[in-house]
């Protein structure tokens, strides 16, 4: 019924590698094709555990109008306590797909997006690291 641990760091580290990898060909996609725009901070939406992202509303290039959240955004536990109310009702710039506008970042957070995708490669390359070497039986170490 259940697998032996190190299965479950293997499986971990594939999964968040894959996203991050995926992330990072989103990110090229976008900065290579993306359409810049302005928009504007309407509201904050909390998750369970007390971080807060930012709902924008922005029109597309056809005049659609869309209210989305990010496609990808990194908060930090200074978000929990922080107050964004100053922030709303300010324009930002974004950049959104061509092809799916609901799909967008940030452009300000670019570098800080890109700094928690390497930290998330780095994290799952030390599961995966760990995985294999438990299984080729190169690290001795009972999980």
């Known amino acids: 019924?259940?697998?032996?641990?190190?299965?479950?760091?293997?499986?971990?580290?594939?999964i968040a590698l894959f996203l991050a990898?995926?992330?990072?060909?989103?990110?090229?996609?976008?900065?290579?094709?993306?359409?810049?725009?302005k928009g504007?901070?309407?509201?904050?939406e909390k998750d369970e555990d007390g971080h807060k992202t930012p709902i924008i509303e922005f029109?597309?290039?056809e005049g659609k109008l869309l209210t989305k959240k990010p496609y990808y955004y990194s908060s930090t536990d200074l978000s929990i306590i922080k107050t964004y109310q100053n922030n709303i009702?300010?324009?930002v710039e974004i950049i959104y797909s061509p092809k799916k506008p609901e799909m967008f970042i940030i452009e300000k957070e670019k570098k800080f997006n890109y700094g928690s995708v390497i930290l998330m490669i780095i994290v799952s390359l030390i599961f995966l690291g760990i995985a294999i070497g438990k299984i080729l039986g190169i690290i001795n170490i009972e999980i």
């Open 40 to 44: 504007k901070i309407i509201s904050y």
């Open 1 to 14: 019924m259940f697998y032996k641990p190190i299965f479950c760091f293997l499986l971990l580290g594939i």
């Open 21 to 37: 990898i995926s992330s990072l060909s989103f990110f090229d996609y976008i900065n290579k094709n993306g359409i810049k725009t």
């Open 89 to 91: 009702n300010k324009n």
């Open 59 to 61: 029109k597309t290039l």
